[in-house]
T-cell receptor, first 110, second 111 residues
Framework: DTAVSQTPKYLVTQMGNDKSIKCEQN?????MYWYKQDSKKFLKIMFS???????INETVPNRFSPKSPDKAHLNLHINSLELGDSAVYFC?????????FGQGTRLTVV | GESVGLHLPTLSVQEGDNSIINCAYS??????FIWYKQESGKGPQFIID?????DKRQGQRVTVLLNKTVKHLSLQIAATQPGDSAVYFC??????????FGKGTTLSVSS
């Protein structure tokens, strides 16, 4: 009964491919996020959705497209993957000020 | 006068010692602050939070101190244990915005 679950946990793919990461939360929260953690462990907000609507879209290449089919799910689709996209991607959800994080998806682009 | 605590990327302590991890936040409009612990291969995990109308909050073995004058946050861990070894992050936000994370501090506890 994991609160915020992401799949897959690991993803290795070639440059130029398109891939998706899925996220689901069973906490009943209205707001979900995607964060990117780089090799220096710096965590940066990418997107925020509230009740299926995009409310925050930081400076992220438009190759990244979030999709929220319902408020419990926020998936991240990445087109034309580049080497620099290699990172750990975290999904999170909140109802209020704090956020609960998933276990992360380690994306490696080769 | 008071000085802003320096951010140290790593902190090494002996088991049983008290640890202090510092964070300087950036947005003076932030009114909510959290400390997260991230163990290897896992996502950030909530430790303790504090609102801007407080300057101190205590949890189990942890205390957060907030100094809004110099925009400084600290996390104190009492009687540090090997299981406390992890990367610690402070995060801030104001209502309606996403959490903004500071640089992490890697805490290593030796027994």
């Amino acid at each position: 009964d994991t609160a915020v679950s992401q799949t897959p946990k690991y993803l290795v793919t070639q440059m130029g491919n398109d891939k998706s990461i899925k996220c689901e939360q069973n906490l009943g929260h209205d707001t979900m996020y995607w964060y990117k953690q780089d090799s220096k462990k710096f965590l940066k907000i990418m997107f925020s959705y509230n009740n299926k609507e995009l409310i925050i879209n930081e400076t992220v290449p438009n190759r990244f497209s979030p999709k929220s089919p319902d408020k419990a799910h926020l998936n991240l689709h990445i087109n034309s993957l580049e080497l620099g996209d290699s990172a750990v991607y975290f999904c999170a959800s909140s109802q209020g000020r704090g956020a609960f994080f998933g276990q992360g998806t380690r994306l490696t682009v080769v | 006068g008071e000085s802003v605590g320096l951010h140290l990327p790593t902190l090494s302590v002996q088991e049983g010692d008290n640890s202090i991890i510092n964070c300087a936040y950036s947005n003076s409009a932030s009114d909510y602050f959290i400390w997260y612990k991230q163990e290897s291969g896992k996502g950030p995990q909530f430790i303790i939070d504090i609102r801007s109308n407080m300057d101190k909050r205590q949890g189990q073995r942890v205390t957060v101190l907030l100094n809004k004058t110099v925009k400084h946050l600290s996390l104190q861990i009492a009687a540090t244990q090997p299981g406390d070894s992890a990367v610690y992050f402070c995060a801030e936000n104001q209502a309606g915005t996403a959490l903004i994370f500071g640089k992490g501090t890697t805490l290593s506890v030796s027994s």
